[in-house]
């Protein structure tokens, strides 16, 4: 029997999990918008989109280097007829439509289902409502799907962002309520309750949960994504404001999370004894753009890098 000592070994250094979140990325009328512009694209010509596809750079600088030119409302008093113009998942209010119309101007109408049942809603309520009945919705001010909605009641409803902004309710006129598709069921709550508190007794108050359910989930999803992480990556565009919000969700359960637009923000020392690595985003994040993070993350925490 061989009685010699056991001689060490140096041992491999295990490499991080390193996951990316499987209910993360593009929800369903951004992914129906790309299809219908790539779908366009396909046929040749020039496409135009009436403001960013998507709330995230790399994806719309990919989809320009296929052709798709990014214009603004005020261009379109200067394309020629016959010019296609993709109109985004957020939405257009009518306005836009009656300029395409004017202009002879050919509309692909990416808008998601969820949000055009909002419009068609909100216009419903707005046309058969009492006069006086002041709408409210729950939103950001100036967002694409806002701008939609609002134009739905001709410029007249009420957009807030948070309860201290409810001062521009008369308190004793009706009110009914909405909120834009991608905003959270708490915030929704919240703003409905202070409006009850606000308004007088007696006064018609009608609150509509308008929150898009595919988006609202994934609050909850996330959380418990980036609990089970030591740290997390989450992929966002800059003009993304559901990304800071659920960028938000997740910090405030693992503060290891980084925001970061691609992979390369990504900073090495935040990898650092990390034994397992979460790679999630927005709901206008490209798939694509999370397994290049995930790919650049593995080069980065691989135990036979050169400079380690």
Sequence with gaps: MDARPLQPHHLTPMTPLIEIDPGSGFCFGVVTAIRKAEEELERGGTLYCLGDIVHNSDEVERLRRRGLVTISHSDLATLPAGSRVLLRAHGEP?????????????????????VLRLQQRIRHTYESSPAGTQIVIYGKKGHAEVNGLVGQTDGTALVVENAS???????????????????????????????????????????????????????????????????VLFVAGAKSSNGRALYAEC???????????????IDQSWLSSASSIGICGATSTPSWLMEQVSRRVSELVSPTRSDE
Aim: with cysteine.
């Design 165 to 231: 902004e409810l001062g521009g309710i008369d308190p004793l006129r009706p009110v009914k309520l909405f909120s834009q598709t991608t905003k959270s069921l708490d915030g929704m709550r919240h703003i409905s309750d202070s409006i009850s508190a606000t308004i007088s007794p007696g006064v018609a108050f009608e609150s509509f949960d308008t929150v898009c359910r595919q988006v609202a989930s994934r609050a909850d999803g996330l959380r418990h994504f980036a609990e089970a992480h030591d740290v």
């Design 94 to 114: 009518p306005s836009t439509y009656a300029t395409a119309r004017s202009r002879g101007l050919v509309v692909i109408d990416a808008t998601c289902p969820v």
């Design 251 to 265: 910090l405030a359960v693992n503060p290891r999370t980084h925001l970061i637009a691609n992979a390369d923000a």
